[in-house]
């Protein structure tokens, strides 16, 4: 691989940031149009990232397939396309109604609507927010899946674990020469067991899944570590270093 995730982790985030301002946003109607248009040009580069980086990876090809094709039958992607299309190429927006309503503690509750134009004749009918949060959850759940399916790719932790480096025909010694790390150096004089070198490496130098978060807020799940139900070791190494492009 020769992009970081972290560039998928951001279009995510940068997706997620455009929605909460969507909901935020109270009675301008002016913040939701343009928060509605930047949500939807920032979550169709979401799969955009995710071909950009995993593309090389053994099997991307046939998983992506099946993924691509579920989206192109999704309702909810197709009117995000539609959209993005007459926002861009156009300059239209169809975030033109709202409603004022109060909920049962009397708190104000705004709400705004898809209206049909011409270019776009055809809008969900529930409100912009929650059409909007449904479309992120489900380019949420695809980006949930291929960090899972290629964790050891992806997700650092899994990157450096015994098994990964073995498939790879390499060995912990390696693993601390990528980390800028001497030889051996995790073995403190024979004190530490193999199995220990690695975790040492894993709890000190690797960051994880950023968007465990996202992933647990919206999903309900979260992508789990390979030392995620045991005890810490105590490392010769204390500071993590930056994300790397794993290959």
């Known amino acids: 691989m020769s992009r970081s995730i972290s560039i998928v982790e951001y279009k995510v985030q940068q997706a997620h940031f455009f929605l909460e301002k969507i909901g935020q946003a109270e009675l301008d109607l002016f913040a939701v149009q343009c928060f509605v248009d930047a949500f939807a040009g920032a979550a169709r580069s979401i799969t955009f990232s995710i071909q950009a980086v995993i593309s090389d990876v053994l099997g991307f090809a046939e998983w992506y397939r099946e993924r691509q094709s579920v989206l192109k039958d999704d309702v909810m992607c197709q009117f995000f ?8 190429h156009i300059g239209d927006t169809v ?19 898809f ?12 409100d912009v927010l929650s059409i909007c949060t449904d479309h ?26 015994l098994e990964n480096f073995c498939r790879l ?8 020469e990528e980390l800028g790390f001497p030889r051996g150096g995790s073995s403190i004089g024979g004190v530490f067991s193999e ?24 999903l309900g799940k979260t992508i789990q570590g390979p030392d995620d139900d045991t005890e810490q070791v105590i490392s010769p190494y204390s500071e993590p270093v930056a994300r790397f492009p794993q290959g």
């Open 195 to 218: 199995c220990e070198r690695w975790k040492a490496l894993r709890c000190t130098q690797t960051v994880g899944c950023q968007l465990n978060e996202l992933f647990l807020r919206y």
């Open 95 to 113: 975030v033109r109604g709202g409603i004022i309503t109060r909920d049962h503690s009397g708190e104000r509750v705004t709400k705004y609507f």
């Open 136 to 161: 992120f959850k489900t380019l949420l759940d695809v980006v949930y899946d291929a960090i899972l399916t290629f964790k050891y790719q992806l997700d650092d932790r899994w990157y450096f674990t």
């Open 81 to 88: 396309n539609q959209y993005r299309r007459v926002s861009t």
């Open 115 to 126: 209206m049909p134009i011409p270019d776009l004749p055809v809008v969900p009918q529930k």
């Open 169 to 176: 025909g390499k060995t912990v010694e390696d693993a601390e």
